[in-house]
DNA sequence: TTAATAAATTAAATCGATTTAAAAGGTGAT
DNA sequence: ATCACCTTTTAAATCGATTTAATTTATTAA
């Protein structure tokens, strides 16, 4: 049934239905050069030898792949935990599938030049592009891919207009989240940043400060601290601010997870939320409705995010023109239980 | 610098060593039939080229992909939300990275013959195995794939010795953890299973029976209710037996996202957990400690699920002799707040 | 019937690597 | 100088598809 390996080749099609390789190929493509009768048959040949085509093969002589690369730049590999990821994920898949793309999954531990995720993924030809999640701040890997040409979708804010990205007006809403616990009243509001070496922190860090001028709060620096995203940072940050005795009425956190942890902290020590202490998180993650009290947050939206990124990097692929550089969503309050008022 | 469309290839480096490409191909295996002055010419005219080899000719002649794919069988594709999903992914992009492997994503929406994931990726040799996250029971497209002898290996419990599994010991989980409610004097438990058609959810089921059989306790068949593994399902469940009256004093959720859902709605009507009502979960997710009660939970070791699968298939794939077809991965019953006692 | 033209098919080159078998180059013994 | 043998290099086949250019077959016009 097969020619060499046990796998079903277009030769043996075009052995079964009587006709040159060459034929089997223009005919499964529709070629009007293939007489319509000759089509059939070759159809019916293919049929009945399950014939699927080798994608290797393909891909080789056509110089495409039909695969792009989800890059997760030297990672802990918790960002696979983080809610986010998951439901950019899905907004990915969604428009993959719909498009027969696969998705290669890369994520690199170190910041080894040679191995990078960058480097190995793109320079060997397995995708024919990329959708790169926020990378930390000059990355020179990540700026030589960008150099190199090679179609890329960047998740995150990006100064000039050189790269195609999806971002976030992370400014405004962790201004709108800071706006609201100052409208309630609040003044002193702590502030747990990301990384700072993320643009996505400075932006939130940003937006937060903003909303203090305009409100004509003055900023207590010692209320900003930077964190990592995690519960356990939130967790450990309420910790250090009590056992500090550094007054405070609110804490924007940087995430949802970080609030998540910081409200466990400030329940265990018994200062109640949202009477003593008014919480708002940021990305509004499905667990944020289930806790108690129900988290406030700023919504954003994640599995959009995955999907505007797949088109857009489909689009560039397929040499469409009219493709926006800049995409930027925008994020929402939601207010629930945790902020009071 | 480079022969045709603007990449390093072969031939180039062969150019510029003044050599045949045979001799590059051998001379970057580091083959001993090469001169060694031979082979450090060749090199360098590789360095200076940046030259990376194209996987996809490598992989045309080789047969081997270096890439193992993750089959997720028609999904919602609310798969990638659950924290199980996350962690499994953690433990298996670990090893494949510390084994220069890619992986693949591969999920389908519809159970269509045709283009099921399983079609899809196997037979277009995209991959070179892979990693099957539990399937319905019976999926004839899964068992195709079996039967063709493709390298798999199956996440979950599978009746007899004909393929690679990592498996959890599911009913000795649930027994624990419905053995555990009933020792502490619980006799109306109910039980969220997860969906009946998959063997996960009539593991679990089986495990809350034994543990009734063994305590001489009868099974409430009224108790025993069918649900997807969403927290929605949870909250809903609850809701139900609350307005149907029908009377309990334990929830045993099949997994951790119902446990948590209920617990919501156990909260929102002014039940106590666990004064009134006891609740354990199954999986342990991160969250299961954050809320309040801590959730009481038996513990699976899902990264570790993810690293056994990974190292499983590789040692397949490098036709190694020595590896079992089955590892049963045990439980552990972690006692936290919700269930009081 | 033959020439001109159109339609259908196929041989062969190509994509980028690997690998086998053949060729070329060296060395030492006789 | 010749032969045998070993080392090194390379030509050519191969993997499985696509595509161009050439060839074959069919159709129409004269």
Known sequence: MSSGNGHTTMKDVARLA?????TVSLALGNDPRVNIK???LVREAADKLRYIPNEIGRSLRSQKTETIA??????SQHVFSHPYFAKLLEGITEVLNENGYNLLLSTTAEENDEQSAYEKVLRNRRADGVIVSSASLFDRNFLRLVDSGFPVVYLGPWTNNDIYTVE???VMGAFSATDHLLKLGRRKIVHFTGPLNHQVGRDRLEG???AHQQNQVPVNEELVIEKDLSVNAGYEGVTELLDRQIPFDALFAGNDLMAIGAMK???ERGIKVPEQISVVGFDDIDMASMFHPT???VHQPMKQTGILAAQKLLGVLNGREDIEKKTVLQTKLMIRESCGG
Do not use: C, E, N
């Open 18 to 22: 009587g006709v040159s390789p060459a």
């Open 38 to 40: 000759t089509r059939k």
């Open 70 to 75: 989800l890059v997760i730049p030297h990672t």
């Open 168 to 170: 976030r007006d992370d």
């Open 208 to 210: 937060y400060r903003l």
């Open 265 to 267: 902290q400030l329940l």
């Open 295 to 297: 988290l406030t947050t």
